[in-house]
């Protein structure tokens, strides 16, 4: 489904709750929220998570937002808060080697799937953010910029960026020479140089061009790998 379902409305000034609220309103209920992290990194594994928000006063997070907008430390809080207080959530986590093996749209909606798939209660309607995603086996609707606009999309978000940071901050022990503890597997200064002076790393991802290039398996040319705040 590409459409809200007949007979519902969201106002553009409805808020971080308008669309949990307005699918309420008519029946439709739990609703999951799904967003990843880690799609336009290339090292280190892409993660999603999903998400269901109790109704009501319960499912209002205190200071809930889209994950790239937080600081760290409060993307840790709210972390904690959608932990406690979501019907249901998971997290999936998609190695490099299988986001190789797929290709970054695969590895990114089928992780999307896993995701809700994985939810300890089945939703009755998903939404998701951006673009639409097959097979969830539930209705649903692609909503742009959905992390700053929809409050359980929200939540997955930080459910996702939360473990995958930590993820890379452990990855970081086990090749320091990469920094991973400070941008996270995504392009700088610092992780190209580390690429062209140490190769690759097993947890980098093949499919991407700096990192072929670091390899010696591209000509020297130029290389585009998405910063985060785009990812």
């Not at 406690?84 to 089928?110: F, I, P, Q, T, Y």
């Not at 969830?136 to 473990?163: F, H, N, Q």
């Not at 580390?194 to 061009?209: I, K, Y």
Request: proline content about 6%; charged content about 25%; aromatic content about 6%.
């Amino acid at each position: 489904m590409t459409h809200l379902p007949t007979g519902v409305t969201v106002r553009r000034d409805a808020g971080l709750y308008g669309y949990e609220r307005a699918l309420r309103r008519v029946g439709i209920e739990p609703i999951a929220g799904v967003d990843e992290a880690g799609r336009g990194a290339c090292a280190g594994p892409l993660v999603a998570g999903a998400a269901i928000l109790p109704p009501g006063k319960a499912g209002i997070i205190p200071g809930l937002a889209d994950s790239k907008l937080l600081t760290e430390k409060a993307r840790e809080r709210v972390y904690d808060q959608v932990v406690r207080r979501a019907l249901a959530w998971s997290v999936v986590v998609v190695e490099s080697e299988e986001c190789d093996r797929l290709g970054m749209h695969v590895a990114n909606v089928e992780a999307l799937r896993r995701a809700v798939a994985k939810l300890s209660v089945r939703p009755s309607y998903v939404l998701t953010d951006g673009f639409p995603v097959d097979g969830l086996e539930v209705p649903g609707l692609a909503v742009w910029k959905g992390d700053r606009v929809a409050a359980c999309i929200a939540a997955a978000s930080v459910l996702a960026k939360v473990t995958r940071d930590r993820i890379m901050t452990d990855l970081d022990g086990a090749w320091p020479a990469y920094d991973f503890k400070t941008h996270k597997g995504y392009i700088t200064e610092v992780h190209s140089a580390a690429l062209l002076e140490h190769g690759p790393s097993p947890v980098h991802r093949m499919r991407f061009v700096n990192v072929r290039r670091a390899a010696g398996l591209e000509p020297d040319t130029l290389v585009i790998c998405r910063p985060e705040e785009d990812a």
